[in-house]
């Protein structure tokens, strides 16, 4: 059976649905940065103003110290209202506290370890090129290679045969 990679649930179901002379089976992978768990700054905000919010946030400021200010200090034009929109801005703000301060946001999913893990999650669930997984995950292809050994020390990812170990190196060079 040769698997398909789908993006989406619906590309999932459509596959699923598919005849049954294909001889294929779907196999969705998310590798969106919406799926993963939250780091705890991020996780207040999705609880108070949903989880669009959050990402927002987190794109546009991890790694980052952001002044929050108070909620009746808050302007249409400040930065914060601009990138979350004012009202979503003004339930955080009230959500978070008495306001007026610094908080320092997380990377979250847009950081180096969550990247990671999309490309673990690859490996373990898919047959793609390292360099395919290098470009969906935002890492270089070496990262790939060394996640792939780590997961082989680990037992959780078998050896390949040295024919497969050829193949792969051939349409490394190739593709």
Known sequence: MTPVIVAD???HEAACRSTPTTKQTA???STEVGDEPLPKFLADVERAVGRQAALAIARR???TRVYFPKAEQLTPDHHLAVEIGFETARALLEALGPGGEYFTVPLGPFGHHARLRRVKRLILTTALSANTIARECGVTVRSVY????ALQRRGLLKQPNARQWQTAAHWEREG
Do not use: E, L, P, S
């Open 61 to 63: 400021y991890g790694g």
């Open 9 to 11: 649930a619906r590309q």
């Open 146 to 149: 060394r996640q792939r050994k």
């Open 27 to 29: 196999v969705h992978v």
